[in-house]
């Protein structure tokens, strides 16, 4: 069982960064998979970026390709998303997922994640 929760989330303007964090909790971490959704009002659930517990392995959304990357604290039991030039479009609550069936190739299905967290508000102003 892995227990995980966000946080970072803000304001920020247009062209700026956020870093956003996801501590996780259980025995299985080492072998957990974990990625990083997004949901904007009235718009379903959708992927943002993975990494397989591996440390190594990264899979990213085309829309955040070359602005965000993700990465893994192991020692910390904690993933990051750290999230450069951002754009209003980038407006969401950021959601942290852990995979932990022994994938360490992340998936984009919701389905494939049995835990969440509940979320942390990222808000991007023009």
């Known amino acids: 069982q892995v227990q995980v929760v966000e946080s970072g989330g803000g304001l920020v303007q247009a062209g700026g960064s956020l870093r956003i964090s996801c501590s996780a909790s259980?025995?299985?971490?080492?072998?957990?998979?974990m990625g990083w959704f997004r949901q904007a009002p009235r718009k379903e659930r959708e992927f943002v970026a993975g990494?397989?517990?591996?440390?190594?392995?990264?899979r990213y959304a085309d829309s955040v390709k070359g602005r965000f990357a993700i990465s893994r604290d192991n020692a910390k039991n904690t993933v990051y998303l750290h999230m450069n030039s951002l754009k209003p479009e980038d407006t969401a609550i950021y959601y942290c997922?852990?995979?932990?069936?022994?994938?360490?190739?992340?998936?984009?299905?919701?389905?494939?994640?049995?835990?969440w967290g509940r979320g942390t508000q990222v808000t991007v102003s023009s």
């Open positions: 997922a852990a995979d932990s069936s022994g994938r360490f190739d992340p998936e984009r299905d919701t389905s494939m994640y049995a835990h």
């Open positions: 259980g025995r299985a971490w080492s072998r957990t998979t």
């Open positions: 990494i397989g517990y591996d440390s190594i392995t990264t």
